[in-house]
């Protein structure tokens, strides 16, 4: 197996090794959506303004920045008998189920003088488990396979396990849970814990058993250990132009989806604007598969063939035109005909756009992951250091904390407008200052981190045809060796 990994141009992976292997960064995301919901459980429950919970949020998203470097230098450091990734993968996600079930059963019952100062204690371990979990995602792709043409068959089935997840779980949560336990009760939590620690052990499991052959050695870098040190840290960001784009784009890109996503933000535009509050979740069920196909061209085509570089353009520029539509679809529009049992001329044009505009912005979000594995091996290329997870916690460092602010910005958002003390809901009286602050959040600051991503792209280096000569450069340096 040595020999075919070094004396071969590339080394492949399996297609279920594919298929299955993007289930970890799907595992993470389960949490990540359980905890877009918090707010509600910390503002309701917990005895918590809306202001300051949204200010903590931020807060915890900067110390989860500040974990990513200090654990992908562990990880680099990493190579035992379970592998360099395995490791993390599983005690992350133990952590995780561990932390998120003492969040949710018992912050609410801790004296409220002291709940606030409880939640940031076990919310700060909670992130060190996301951490160490999220790190592999990013940095077993360079293992994983480093053929050009087999990575963003990564980010097709992340594409689709995200799309499906982030439907499913919003369709579920507002128009099942939300009716069933009339409203974001504590039983509606309980159901949202279990339901998100199965199913993330299950994705785990699945993932880990798809890096299980691939994690070793042989396929690191030039296939031998290499010396990391903090100093690292600042030569790749310094001269690695590659990860530079990258976090210009992708910190930019998340900062806008995780603000997209809050759960504030749907409520606002659907609840209130459009007047269903459920309707965000049926829709999102209606345009999941046409998502899916455009990201199916998207990435199984422009950027197997193109190139990644390519692909995250021109996602981006279909995203950047048909979100500008639905701003003009609203303000021209009458939202209150949104419907998918009275079919308007607003829910035609509404669904034209949005499963467009999201799927062209679906390609350029999903082929992130796979980039950074493209950037590893520049890294390796340039300096011959192998730093998976230098890259990858080096990038998530800094989008992290741009995209940190998030949930600060809601908050900051609608208490700008009013509601200083409690949060908008389905019953909340339409104004044209709701309107406002809900086309900013969801389509505008989209269109701008698009923006970011085409002007990013310009100057990133990695092409279909660099990355090819970088992959025959290393496998040259391993047959050098070998001989």
Partial sequence: MKNNATNSKYHRAKWW????????????N?????????????????????????????????WDGVTDPIIGFILDKTNGKFGKNRPFMVLGNITLAVMAIIIFKTTHLVPKKFSLIYF??????????????????????????????????????DGVYNTVLFTVIGYVVMNVWYKQYNGFTLELFDTFLKFTVVLSAFFTILAVIAIWGKDRTEYFGTGEPVKVTFKDYWEV????????????????????????????????????????????????????????LIMFFGVGYIARKLGQRKAMIYGSLGGIIFNVALVLLFIL??????????????TVLFLTFTI??????????????????????????????????????LFSFVDKIISSFGTTIVSLSIAAIGFTTTQPTAD??????????????????????LVCNVIAMKFYPLTKEKMEEIQEAIAEIKSKKIA
């Fill in 30 to 62: 389960l949490y990540m959506t359980l905890m877009g919901y918090i707010s509600y459980y910390l503002v309701g429950f917990a005895g918590i303004g809306v202001v300051v919970a949204g200010t903590i949020m931020t807060a915890m998203r900067i």
């Fill in 428 to 449: 909340t009286p339409y104004t044209p200052a709701i309107l406002g602050i809900s086309l900013a959040l969801m389509f505008g600051l989209t269109i701008f981190g």
């Fill in 120 to 157: 940031i204690f076990v919310y700060a371990i909670y992130i060190v488990g996301y951490t160490l979990q999220c790190v592999v995602t990013k940095s077993a792709q360079s293992c994983l396979t480093n053929d050009p043409s087999q990575r963003p068959i990564f980010a097709l089935f």
């Fill in 237 to 292: 960001l310094k001269h690695n132009r590659a990860i530079q784009m990258l976090v210009v784009s992708a910190s930019s890109d998340k900062l806008a989806g995780t603000i997209a996503q809050n759960s504030i933000v749907t409520v606002m535009l659907y609840g209130v604007v459009c007047g269903d509050v459920g309707i965000g979740g049926q829709l999102g069920m209606v345009m999941m598969i046409p998502n899916m």
């Fill in 17 to 28: 090794q594919l298929a299955l292997f993007p289930l970890n960064n799907t595992a993470t």
């Fill in 333 to 346: 529009g009458d939202p209150t005909t949104l419907s998918l049992t009275n079919i308007s001329l607003f």
């Fill in 356 to 393: 467009l505009g999201k799927g062209a912005a679906g390609v350029a979000g999903s082929i992130v992951i796979p980039m950074t594995a493209d950037c590893a091996d520049y890294e390796t290329y340039r300096s011959g250091k192998y730093v998976p997870g230098l890259m990858g916690t």
